[in-house]
């Protein structure tokens, strides 16, 4: 299972960090990764962490601003601290585990994540 927390209403320019709570999952998971949804538009990949090296991914437009990390348990506890928040980053955030597969190269497409998260909201307005 998934478990995202830590969203909520932020002004422009504040910052928040997500979290994404890992339990009963395969310890051979090979990435975790953030995506976002916002309405009417079809989900994104934001950012994504490997378990083997700790290579992180990132989109372009949240390059800078955000930063993937985990906790000292590998993967029981990943990260997504935001900054420099702005309005068209508001969306649902969702974690997603890869358990079966991975690409590097295709590391923010959904359909490589075999586990998801409920999501958390996240608003940036004033």
Same mark, same amino acid.
């Given at each position: 299972q998934l478990m995202e927390s830590g969203g909520g209403l932020v002004p422009p320019g504040g910052s928040l960090t997500l979290l994404c *709570?890992?339990?009963?999952? =395969? /310890? *051979? $998971?090979y990435a975790i990764g953030w995506f976002r949804q916002a309405a009417g538009k /079809? &989900? $994104?990949?934001? +950012?994504a962490? =490997? &378990?083997?090296?700790g290579t992180t991914y990132y989109s372009d437009s949240v *390059?800078?601003?955000f930063t993937i990390f985990r906790g000292t348990d590998e993967f029981t506890f990943v990260y997504l601290q935001? !900054? =420099?928040l702005q309005p068209e980053d508001t969306a649902v955030y969702y974690c997603?585990? +890869?358990?079966?597969r #991975?690409?590097?190269? &295709? #590391? !923010? /497409? =959904?359909e490589w994540y075999d586990f998801w998260g409920y999501g958390t909201q996240v608003i940036v307005s004033s």
């Open positions: *709570k890992t339990t009963g999952l =395969s /310890e *051979k $998971e /079809e &989900r $994104e990949g934001v +950012s962490i =490997s &378990r083997f090296d *390059k800078g601003r935001m !900054n =420099s997603g585990a +890869s358990i079966f #991975w690409d590097a190269d &295709r #590391w !923010n /497409e =959904s």
